[in-house]
């Protein structure tokens, strides 16, 4: 069979973990989703700076002075610099059904429309950010860096949001294919 | 100014390893959520594993910046109720969303727009859930060590390789 992945579970997995410990060791533990809204933040101030100021979330955020740009929001700028030069690098590495817009699965189950992609891809987002600054972070925050530090809000987030997430998966593909 | 230099690299690493480890993959994500294709929860359980024994054995030297998220039950599980939902319907999360938009892939970008606008109706919808889901039934940063009264490195150690155990001899690759 051909090998359908760039590095193991295992590599990556191991690698994950000890820079999450390095993370910790050197600044703090990783998370995403607070650049999210540290980005709307940015953009609210200087849209909106009125509603941006009076607004009780927002307003903690982006601060006047630096913005609330800080190790947080390059981790997340890097993030997207290491994948883009990872995958410039690696792309024939890739196995094919990882490439591209349209994940073979989603086409089988649901029709070759880039369109219903997009919106479903779209709305998901949407889902997500609300989802994980309600409970105030993401697989990352949460589950990658909250479990190993033994928080009781992470095993209640990292039980909910798979509870959730694979009933909606059991529904989306309850007539196949296989997967 | 260093702590921003360490940031962006680490990020940069968490970004490779993500797109390289397959995180990126509609295929892992959804196949893992199915219960079909372990992959995801194998590469995720695998992180905790060795981070969770890394944490504290670093907390044992003193030399952990930890970071323990409030636990407001409410806010904490009806936002990970609607973060998993939208997580099975995209297939992405906020972090691969990011990766998955570098290496060209458009759905995640439309993903990543999507968590911007969510990010921001949150924020206004936030003063009026901010009573009953985040201040009430709030037991602030507790940990298992904490509520357990244990001390956290022999719970690492256990649930580390209780975690790591169970991945590496019980859990299959796939299941039909």
Redesign the interface.
């Known amino acids: 069979m051909e090998r359908d992945?760039?590095?193991?579970?295992?590599?990556?997995?191991?690698?994950?973990?000890?820079?999450?410990?390095?993370?910790?060791?050197?600044?703090?533990?990783?998370?995403?989703?607070t650049q999210?809204?540290v980005?709307?933040?940015v953009v609210?101030h200087k849209v909106a700076p009125k509603y941006a100021e009076s607004?009780?979330?927002?307003s903690k955020y982006g601060e006047k002075q630096d913005w609330g740009i800080?190790?947080?929001?390059?981790?997340?700028?890097?993030?997207?610099?290491?994948?883009?030069?990872?995958?410039a690098l690696?792309r024939k590495r890739q196995?094919e059904?990882?490439k591209?817009?349209?994940?073979?699965?989603?086409q089988e189950r649901f029709g070759d429309s880039?369109t219903r992609?997009?919106?479903?891809?779209?709305?998901?987002?949407?889902?997500?950010?609300?989802?994980?600054?309600?409970?105030?972070?993401?697989?990352?925050?949460?589950?990658?860096?909250?479990?190993?530090?033994?928080?009781?809000?992470?095993?209640?987030?990292?039980?909910?949001?798979?509870?959730?997430?694979?009933?909606?998966?059991?529904f989306?593909?309850r007539s196949g294919p296989?997967? | 100014m260093s702590?921003?230099i360490?940031?962006?690299?680490?990020?940069?690493?968490?970004?490779?390893?993500?797109?390289?480890?397959?995180?990126?993959?509609?295929?892992?994500i959804?196949?893992t959520?199915?219960?079909?294709?372990m992959?995801?929860i194998?590469?995720?359980?695998?992180?905790?594993?060795?981070?969770?024994l890394?944490?504290?054995l670093?907390d044992l030297g003193g030399?952990?910046?930890?970071?323990?998220?409030?636990?407001?039950?409410w806010?904490?599980?009806?936002?990970?109720?609607?973060?998993?939902?939208?997580?099975?319907?995209?297939?992405?999360?906020?972090?691969?969303?990011?990766?998955?938009?570098?290496?060209?892939?458009?759905?995640?970008m439309?993903?990543?727009?999507?968590?911007?606008?969510?990010?921001?109706?949150?924020?206004?919808?936030?003063?009026y859930?901010?009573k009953g889901?985040i201040q009430n039934a709030n037991?602030g940063?507790?940990?298992?060590?904490s509520?357990l009264g244990v001390s956290?490195i022999y719970?690492?150690m256990a649930?580390s390789a209780g975690l790591l155990g169970l991945i590496f001899f019980v859990l299959k690759d796939r299941y039909e």
């Open positions: 992945y760039i590095i193991s579970w295992k590599a990556a997995g191991i690698s994950l973990g000890l820079l999450l410990i390095l993370a910790t060791a050197l600044v703090k533990p990783l998370g995403v989703s999210f809204v980005s709307d933040a609210a607004n009780t979330y927002l800080g190790y947080g929001w390059v981790l997340v700028l890097g993030m997207f610099v290491g994948g883009g030069i990872t995958s690696l196995p059904q990882d591209g817009s349209m994940p073979p699965m989603w880039m992609r997009y919106v479903a891809a779209f709305g998901g987002g949407v889902l997500l950010l609300f989802g994980a600054r309600l409970a105030g972070g993401c697989t990352s925050g949460h589950m990658i860096a909250g479990v190993p530090q033994l928080a009781i809000s992470s095993f209640i987030f990292a039980v909910t949001a798979f509870g959730a997430a694979i009933l909606m998966a059991k989306l593909y296989e997967a | 702590t921003l360490i940031g962006f690299f680490i990020g940069c690493a968490f970004g490779a390893i993500l797109y390289l480890g397959g995180a990126t993959s509609y295929r892992r959804l196949g959520l199915r219960l079909k294709d992959w995801i194998k590469l995720m359980g695998t992180a905790i594993g060795v981070g969770t890394g944490v504290y670093l030399l952990a910046n930890m970071s323990i998220k409030p636990a407001y039950v806010g904490v599980a009806i936002g990970g109720i609607v973060f998993g939902i939208g997580w099975a319907i995209s297939g992405f999360c906020p972090g691969t969303c990011v990766v998955g938009a570098s290496e060209g892939k458009k759905d995640a439309f993903t990543l727009l999507g968590g911007l606008v969510g990010a921001l109706l949150f924020s206004m919808a936030y003063p859930i901010e889901l037991f940063s507790i940990t298992l060590e509520v956290g719970l690492a649930m």
